[in-house]
């Protein structure tokens, strides 16, 4: 099935789509208007054939938000997102936008319909056997879900304008995250020594590499010579049990400079692999793994947390969840004067702002510190001052250097 384009003016287009209808087999045309360039116009067609010839397309008038939906999840969504995160859009979907809103054209969504939509969330929108509403957090979820779907919506010219623009979203705030001081850390490490664990939790203490991060590590990450650990993927499971590779968050690969302590422990870890693989033969499966099972295997993330919480449980410790390293990692780099861009970049965060935002609350001290140095500062500037004012009583030029502003 192949359409036509008209021009009408210049700038101006209409697009002249054939649609045969399931029950009839009669086949009529959808003239649709487009504006900009011809090129644009081009892409417009193409894409509206291929939902016709793939069944998805309807008429935006008659489009619902639930069937629209659908069709971000087919056309975007599930080439674009990783399949946790696309996971968490269909149960968000199913769940809660659908039930609320699915049933309205999408033409006739408002701003007041998601406004309503996240108070009853607020309220009572949980779908379990407990009572109250979902949290801000998970309501900012659902936002940021329905504001994306309906900027395409409007670059599709289904819409003229988003909705969920002119909506005040939840405001979450900070989640207050414990992280152990260095006595703490010191502990927990030599707690895991001569278990497996030993080498992920000294990769997050040290370098602030996230659960995922450390489990997808090859040994050709490593540049031995150099010192430095490359990360390229990161291990993801599915809710229904899928494990596989994808990019790093934020998509982006990023390479960290390795403390020795860190160094040294990947030297051993390589090592006895060497054992194992020797004695193991065939039966070791050789992915060139660094944290993984013993027989090479990937080691899945949650089989990962239930073996750290087993740690703790077992050297009686109180310690903080596994990602909590990350953050112990980050407020310690941020305490010791590390600059921000760096902590940044070694975290792998697509931006400096992020992560002052995340971390900056996590600094005890820090503000006790900077009025320490404004009064050193100024009790030295106002000696100065003092001396230059006993040497010449009469000769006080308060625009001289020394000034006290």
């Known amino acids: 099935?192949?359409?036509?384009?008209?021009?009408?003016?210049?700038?101006?287009?209409?697009?002249?789509?054939?649609?045969?209808?399931?029950?009839?087999?009669?086949?009529?045309?959808?003239?649709?208007?487009?504006?900009?360039?011809?090129?644009?116009?081009?892409?417009?067609?193409?894409?509206?054939?291929?939902?016709?010839?793939?069944?998805?397309?309807?008429?935006?008038?008659?489009?619902?938000?639930?069937?629209?939906?659908?069709?971000?999840?087919?056309?975007?969504?599930?080439?674009?997102?990783?399949?946790?995160?696309?996971?968490?859009?269909?149960?968000?979907?199913?769940?809660?936008?659908?039930?609320?809103?699915?049933?309205?054209?999408l033409v006739r969504l408002t701003p007041i319909h998601l406004q309503e939509f996240y108070a009853r969330l607020a309220k009572g929108g949980r779908k379990d056997d407990h009572e109250g509403g979902l949290s801000s957090q998970t309501i900012l979820h659902t936002h940021r879900l329905i504001s994306a779907a309906l900027t395409k919506a409007v670059k599709w010219q289904l819409l003229a304008r988003n909705p969920a623009d002119a909506v005040e979203p939840?405001?979450?705030?900070?989640?207050?995250?414990?992280?152990?001081?260095?006595?703490?850390?010191?502990?927990?490490?030599?707690?895991?020594?001569?278990?497996?664990?030993?080498?992920?939790?000294?990769?997050?203490?040290?370098?602030?590499?996230?659960?995922?991060?450390?489990?997808?590590?090859?040994?050709?990450?490593?540049?031995e010579p150099a010192a430095i650990l490359y990360v390229r993927r990161a291990v993801e499971e599915t809710k229904a049990g899928g494990i596989g590779f994808k990019e790093p968050k934020n998509r982006r690969s990023r390479k960290v400079?390795?403390?020795?302590?860190?160094?040294?422990?990947?030297?051993?870890?390589?090592?006895e692999q060497k054992v194992v693989k020797e004695q193991l033969g065939a039966d070791y499966h050789d992915d060139s793994l660094i944290c993984c099972h013993q027989d090479g295997t990937i080691w899945a993330p949650s089989a990962f947390t239930s073996a750290y919480r087993a740690l703790l449980k077992r050297r009686k410790l109180t310690g903080p969840n596994f990602h909590a390293l990350r953050h112990g990692n980050a407020s310690q780099m941020l305490a010791d004067g590390v600059d921000i861009e760096t902590v940044s970049k070694r975290l792998g965060h697509s931006r400096a702002s992020f992560t002052l935002a995340q971390y900056c609350h996590m600094l005890p001290g820090q503000d006790q510190e900077a009025a320490r140095r404004i009064d050193e500062t100024l009790q030295k500037a106002m000696g100065e001052v003092q001396k230059a004012a006993a040497d010449a009583p009469h000769a006080m030029d308060l625009n001289a250097p020394g000034r006290v502003m």
């Open 170 to 223: 939840p405001k979450v705030r900070p989640h207050e995250v414990r992280v152990l001081d260095a006595a703490g850390t010191a502990r927990l490490i030599t707690a895991a020594a001569g278990t497996m664990l030993y080498l992920p939790i000294l990769l997050a203490v040290c370098c602030g590499l996230r659960r995922g991060e450390i489990l997808g590590l090859r040994w050709t990450d490593l540049d």
């Open 257 to 271: 400079a390795l403390p020795a302590t860190a160094l040294t422990a990947l030297r051993f870890r390589r090592d």
């Open 1 to 105: 099935m192949r359409g036509s384009i008209l021009k009408r003016s210049k700038g101006s287009y209409t697009l002249v789509i054939p649609i045969t209808d399931p029950v009839t087999g009669k086949v009529k045309q959808k003239w649709i208007s487009v504006k900009g360039k011809r090129e644009k116009a081009e892409e417009e067609l193409a894409r509206h054939v291929n939902d016709v010839n793939r069944g998805f397309f309807v008429e935006p008038a008659k489009l619902t938000v639930s069937a629209f939906l659908d069709k971000y999840l087919a056309i975007h969504a599930e080439q674009n997102v990783a399949s946790t995160t696309l996971a968490r859009y269909k149960s968000i979907i199913e769940h809660h936008l659908k039930p609320a809103l699915g049933g309205l054209p």
